[in-house]
């Protein structure tokens, strides 16, 4: 008898659902199957698997507000040390320069990085964790702890941007 | 048969849902057009119109819910203690609740009323008044948080309170339970012509800060409610009073002896000046400040010892009764300035007093004797009309933006909607149960929004599943727009509301802080990094400054404490983005949690009672990694020497 019931059940639902389908919410349903079986789940694996291949090079210029950066020849040493105290203040509390922490190690990041990159992983973390495929495997990397907006301004990522270069002409 | 049943619940269903594209069409036109639930659904994600501030009565607080949707946001503690938060447990708060008479952790709040600007309400603050030890807080909109609140002297509940003026020049205070004035010891049957019942006017500047300014001393009735003056009455505040019989016990009958009580007017603008140019006696007085300063994150508390008394009588023009029958409660204002409502809560009418009228009376001198040296105007030289059989108990009056009124009748539980100037009554709708307040967005003001109203009734019963014999009241929200007052929804309360307060969302929600700057931060003890964590030792008391950010405390590990000291945790949340909170607990601390908002400090204490190795953790789910949001404390025996040692990720400091 159960079954029977269930399956009136069943039935009904799929009624329903027909009857109060239209185009734009077949289109919606199937997005999300879609992000659920293949493109997530899929990317995820590849992403993880074959490190090296998605986009993990210079020329990822991530997602965010900075769509061009180039760096000047030399280093703005002004610069780099506010960039080293808004570090501390900001940031520090998960990434250290030369160990992995909460977060990656930074040693080296002006040059595994593109400049908007970094720039892009600072100012919009959120979106970046979600869709840059960088960013993606390195929240996997980091044990899942996402990275924080700390809410700076564009002038203040620059300046830690370049604190960076500095450790890394140096290092 | 139970089959059978399912079956026939699922043709049911499916026949519901196989009509549903049916009524996207009629829910346009047809009768659903004025259903009820379209009216107050406002759909996921979406944010309602209006901000509406409860008072919370009894909880000492206020809540704060959106119309017309009736979901409550959020609970904003102001006179008592808050373990959610911590407020008026965490070294920061708790002096925000201290008293000539110490520290009180409960209150009883009353009358939200928001700041104005020319008559307007302008959202910056909200003010409320607590009744049972004198006070008035100031709550600022931009964060939510109770930023400062005044113990109130000479008062005794200060029931009449916390309205301000048109431009926020005050806000006041009176004294609902005649006392001796200064406070002495006498017997209590001696009351009549020896009470007297002060009202304070609090000067607030154009930062918010409140000072009193002056105390009128009153004649010894309860001072019941008040409203101030707008457009031409700007200038003048409403009190009602009963108990002009002066009875000292069995008020229930022996307060209700005079068929009439008055309604004391106050020009403060004539009383301000005549302070201004020196008049007024300075008493003694003993009163504490409370200032909650963003910057340090800490309250600074300041004990205050004198006040200006003015005597009424010394400053010509200035105070005038108007006769008005039958106790009255409420005494409210209408949006012109004009009339007077005296809420008559022993009586089925309504006495409308007129302010020309009474200014023409006080010009003419018709007075009908004084009380106290105090002139009392004669009852028809200032009355406007009586709004006749309205109800029975009428308790307080609101108005829409149509020449409309509505009052509350407390005995037959209604709200009932007339017409000022005709005094006649349009409509009548009941309120479950017994009716107290009601409430439109700027009802008290020059530009009330005749939209919505919510009546805030005593009595629950069976407005909602059982829940034991103790209930939530009941608040109901009606659509004021046309002719005929329609109830669209029942929503709980918390506590218990004396009034409340509403304002268009956009005045507010702009303006509403999402994070507190790091950068502004200037608490003594944060430590605005990692690196500036630390522990030290003063004697047996140990400051430890500390701080996360998801997912970790820094310092997580900590030796070194013995039982017998008294650990400060400092806590700074190095977050700055938006609903980040982190929590702080650590297990067997006599006091309450910590929620630290992203760049702000907070501190409680812990007095370690036994030695061991104790845990503390965070309290709010802040991500993933919540679960591991955790450190250790070690606490050694009293009298060892267990060296101080912290840090976190193995690397330690001492």
Same mark, same amino acid.
């Given at each position: 008898?159960?079954?029977?019931?269930?399956?009136?059940?069943?039935?009904?639902?799929?009624?329903?659902?027909?009857?109060?389908?239209?185009?734009?919410?077949?289109?919606?349903?199937?997005?999300?199957?879609?992000?659920?079986?293949?493109?997530?789940?899929?990317?995820?694996?590849?992403?993880?698997?074959?490190?090296?291949?998605?986009?993990?090079?210079?020329?990822?210029?991530?997602?965010?507000? @900075?769509?061009?950066?180039?760096? *000047? +020849?030399? $280093?703005?040493?002004?610069?780099? #040390?506010?960039?080293?105290? &808004?570090? /501390?203040?900001?940031?520090?509390?998960?990434?250290?320069?030369?160990?992995?922490?909460?977060?990656?190690?930074?040693?080296? @990041?002006?040059?595994?990085?593109? *400049? +908007?990159? $970094?720039?892009?992983?600072?100012? #919009?973390?959120?979106?970046? &964790?979600? /869709?840059?495929?960088?960013?993606?495997?390195?929240?996997?990397?980091?044990?899942?702890?996402?990275?924080?907006?700390?809410?700076?301004?564009?002038?203040?990522?620059?300046?830690?941007?370049?604190?960076?270069?500095?450790?890394?002409?140096?290092? | 048969?139970?089959?059978?049943?399912?079956?026939?619940?699922?043709?049911?269903?499916?026949?519901?849902?196989?009509?549903?594209?049916?009524?996207?069409?009629?829910?346009?036109?047809?009768?659903?057009?004025?259903?009820?639930?379209?009216?107050?659904?406002?759909?996921?994600?979406?944010?309602?119109?209006?901000?509406?501030?409860?008072?919370?009565?009894?909880?000492?607080?206020?809540?704060?819910?959106?119309?017309?949707?009736?979901?409550?946001?959020?609970?904003?503690?102001?006179?008592?203690?808050?373990?959610?938060?911590?407020?008026?447990?965490?070294?920061?708060?708790?002096?925000?609740?201290?008293?000539?008479?110490?520290?009180?952790?409960?209150?009883?709040?009353?009358?939200?009323?928001?700041?104005?600007?020319?008559?307007?309400?302008?959202?910056?603050?909200?003010?409320?008044?607590?009744?049972?030890?004198?006070?008035?807080?100031?709550?600022?909109?931009?964060?939510?948080?109770?930023?400062?609140?005044?113990?109130?002297?000479?008062?005794?509940?200060?029931?009449?309170?916390?309205?301000?003026?048109?431009?926020?020049?005050?806000?006041?205070?009176?004294?609902?339970?005649?006392?001796?004035?200064?406070?002495?010891?006498?017997?209590?049957?001696?009351?009549?012509?020896?009470?007297?019942?002060?009202?304070?006017?609090?000067?607030?500047?154009?930062?918010?800060?409140?000072?009193?300014?002056?105390?009128?001393?009153?004649?010894?009735?309860?001072?019941?409610?008040?409203?101030?003056?707008?457009?031409?009455?700007?200038?003048?505040?409403?009190?009602?009073?009963?108990?002009?019989?002066?009875?000292?016990?069995?008020?229930?009958?022996?307060?209700?002896?005079?068929?009439?009580?008055?309604?004391?007017?106050?020009?403060?603008?004539?009383?301000?000046?005549?302070?201004?140019?020196?008049?007024?006696?300075?008493?003694?007085?003993?009163?504490?400040?409370?200032?909650?300063?963003?910057?340090?994150?800490?309250?600074?508390?300041?004990?205050?010892?004198?006040?200006?008394?003015?005597?009424?009588?010394?400053?010509?023009?200035?105070?005038?009764?108007?006769?008005?029958?039958?106790?009255?409660?409420?005494?409210?204002?209408?949006?012109?300035?004009?009339?007077?409502?005296?809420?008559?809560?022993?009586?089925?009418?309504?006495?409308?007093?007129?302010?020309?009228?009474?200014?023409?009376?006080?010009?003419?001198?018709?007075?009908?004797?004084?009380?106290?040296?105090?002139?009392?105007?004669?009852?028809?030289?200032?009355?406007?009309?009586?709004?006749?059989?309205?109800?029975?108990?009428?308790?307080?009056?609101?108005?829409?933006?149509?020449?409309?009124?509505?009052?509350?009748?407390?005995?037959?539980?209604?709200?009932?909607?007339?017409?000022?100037?005709?005094?006649?009554?349009?409509?009548?709708?009941?309120?479950?149960?017994?009716?107290?307040?009601?409430?439109?967005?700027?009802?008290?003001?020059?530009?009330?929004?005749?939209?919505?109203?919510?009546?805030?009734?005593?009595?629950?019963?069976?407005?909602?599943?059982?829940?034991?014999?103790?209930?939530?009241?009941?608040?109901?929200?009606?659509?004021?727009?046309?002719?005929?007052?329609?109830?669209?929804?029942?929503?709980?309360?918390?506590?218990?509301?004396?009034?409340?307060?509403?304002?268009?969302?956009?005045?507010?929600?702009?303006?509403?802080?999402?994070?507190?700057?790091?950068?502004?931060?200037?608490?003594?003890?944060?430590?605005?990094?990692?690196?500036?964590?630390?522990?030290?030792?003063?004697?047996?008391?140990?400051?430890?400054?500390?701080?996360?950010?998801?997912?970790?405390?820094?310092?997580?590990?900590?030796?070194?404490?013995?039982?017998?000291?008294?650990?400060?945790?400092?806590?700074?949340?190095?977050?700055?983005?938006?609903?980040?909170?982190?929590?702080?607990?650590?297990?067997?601390?006599?006091?309450?949690?910590?929620?630290?908002?992203?760049?702000?400090?907070?501190?409680?204490?812990?007095?370690?009672?036994?030695?061991?190795?104790?845990?503390?953790?965070?309290?709010?789910?802040?991500?993933?990694?919540?679960?591991?949001?955790?450190?250790?404390?070690?606490?050694?025996?009293?009298?060892?020497?267990?060296?101080?040692?912290?840090?976190?990720?193995?690397?330690?400091?001492?």
């Amino acid at each position: 008898m159960k079954l029977i019931v269930k399956i009136g059940l069943t039935l009904t639902l799929v009624f329903s659902f027909m009857a109060c389908g239209n185009s734009e919410k077949d289109e919606k349903e199937n997005i999300s199957l879609d992000d659920y079986s293949s493109e997530t789940q899929e990317k995820e694996t590849e992403v993880i698997s074959t490190p090296d291949k998605a986009g993990d090079d210079l020329s990822n210029k991530g997602i965010g507000p @900075v769509k061009s950066l180039d760096f *000047p +020849e030399g $280093i703005d040493s002004e610069m780099a #040390n506010q960039g080293a105290v &808004i570090f /501390k203040n900001m940031c520090s509390a998960c990434h250290k320069m030369d160990k992995k922490f909460v977060g990656p190690a930074l040693v080296g @990041v002006t040059q595994r990085r593109s *400049p +908007e990159w $970094i720039m892009n992983m600072i100012l #919009n973390p959120e979106e970046m &964790i979600k /869709k840059d495929p960088i960013a993606k495997r390195l929240m996997v990397e980091s044990n899942m702890a996402i990275m924080a907006d700390q809410g700076l301004k564009e002038d203040e990522a620059r300046s830690i941007v370049e604190y960076f270069r500095q450790y890394d002409a140096e290092n | 048969m139970k089959p059978i049943k399912n079956i026939i619940a699922a043709l049911v269903l499916m026949a519901s849902f196989t009509s549903c594209n049916q009524n996207k069409e009629g829910e346009k036109s047809g009768a659903m057009a004025s259903s009820a639930a379209e009216k107050v659904y406002v759909s996921p994600g979406e944010h309602d119109e209006y901000y509406a501030f409860l008072s919370g009565g009894y909880s000492g607080n206020i809540t704060v819910y959106g119309l017309p949707s009736g979901r409550m946001l959020k609970e904003i503690p102001v006179f008592s203690q808050f373990p959610t938060n911590g407020y008026g447990y965490s070294e920061e708060t708790k002096d925000m609740l201290k008293t000539s008479f110490g520290m009180v952790p409960w209150g009883d709040a009353h009358h939200p009323d928001i700041s104005q600007t020319n008559g307007e309400l302008d959202g910056r603050w909200i003010f409320i008044n607590e009744n049972n030890t004198p006070r008035i807080a100031r709550i600022s909109l931009e964060t939510f948080e109770t930023e400062e609140i005044i113990e109130i002297p000479h008062s005794a509940g200060n029931h009449s309170s916390s309205y301000v003026t048109e431009n926020t020049e005050y806000v006041v205070a009176g004294t609902r339970f005649s006392v001796p004035y200064p406070q002495k010891d006498m017997p209590i049957n001696e009351m009549k012509g020896n009470f007297k019942g002060p009202l304070t006017f609090i000067a607030v500047d154009d930062k918010g800060h409140m000072e009193i300014d002056f105390q009128l001393d009153m004649p010894g009735f309860n001072y019941d409610l008040s409203h101030p003056g707008r457009g031409d009455s700007h200038g003048w505040f409403f009190f009602t009073t009963y108990n002009t019989e002066e009875a000292h016990t069995m008020q229930e009958v022996n307060a209700s002896q005079n068929d009439k009580d008055f309604i004391a007017a106050v020009n403060w603008k004539k009383i301000s000046e005549y302070v201004e140019n020196g008049g007024g006696q300075k008493m003694e007085a003993e009163y504490v400040h409370n200032v909650f300063d963003h910057s340090t994150q800490t309250t600074v508390s300041t004990t205050k010892n004198e006040v200006l008394r003015v005597d009424p009588r010394q400053v010509p023009g200035a105070v005038f009764f108007m006769p008005t029958p039958k106790s009255p409660h409420g005494c409210d204002v209408d949006p012109s300035g004009e009339y007077i409502i005296g809420n008559g809560k022993l009586s089925s009418d309504l006495t409308v007093h007129s302010f020309s009228k009474m200014l023409k009376a006080i010009e003419n001198k018709e007075f009908d004797g004084e009380a106290y040296g105090i002139p009392i105007l004669s009852f028809e030289s200032t009355l406007a009309g009586i709004v006749k059989n309205a109800g029975l108990g009428p308790l307080h009056t609101e108005f829409d933006d149509k020449g409309n009124a509505y009052t509350t009748f407390f005995i037959s539980s209604e709200a009932v909607k007339w017409k000022l100037g005709t005094w006649e009554v349009l409509d009548r709708e009941p309120s479950y149960y017994s009716v107290g307040h009601l409430m439109i967005p700027g009802g008290n003001s020059r530009k009330p929004e005749g939209k919505y109203m919510i009546t805030l009734n005593k009595i629950t019963k069976d407005r909602y599943l059982p829940t034991g014999p103790e209930l939530e009241h009941s608040a109901q929200l009606f659509d004021i727009s046309g002719d005929k007052m329609e109830l669209l929804l029942d929503f709980p309360t918390h506590g218990e509301p004396h009034y409340a307060a509403a304002i268009k969302a956009d005045k507010i929600k702009e303006n509403s802080k999402k994070i507190y700057r790091l950068d502004e931060n200037k608490h003594k003890y944060a430590a605005l990094n990692e690196s500036e964590t630390k522990m030290v030792r003063d004697g047996n008391e140990v400051h430890v400054s500390m701080t996360t950010v998801r997912s970790h405390f820094a310092p997580d590990n900590l030796e070194g404490i013995h039982v017998g000291d008294k650990v400060y945790f400092h806590v700074t949340n190095l977050e700055q983005d938006f609903d980040v909170p982190h929590g702080f607990s650590v297990i067997g601390a006599n006091t309450s949690e910590l929620l630290i908002m992203p760049g702000q400090t907070k501190t409680i204490t812990w007095e370690p009672k036994k030695p061991g190795i104790w845990p503390f953790y965070c309290t709010d789910f802040c991500s993933a990694l919540h679960q591991e949001m955790q450190g250790y404390i070690r606490v050694s025996p009293k009298g060892s020497n267990t060296p101080m040692k912290w840090g976190l990720d193995d690397e330690y400091k001492s």
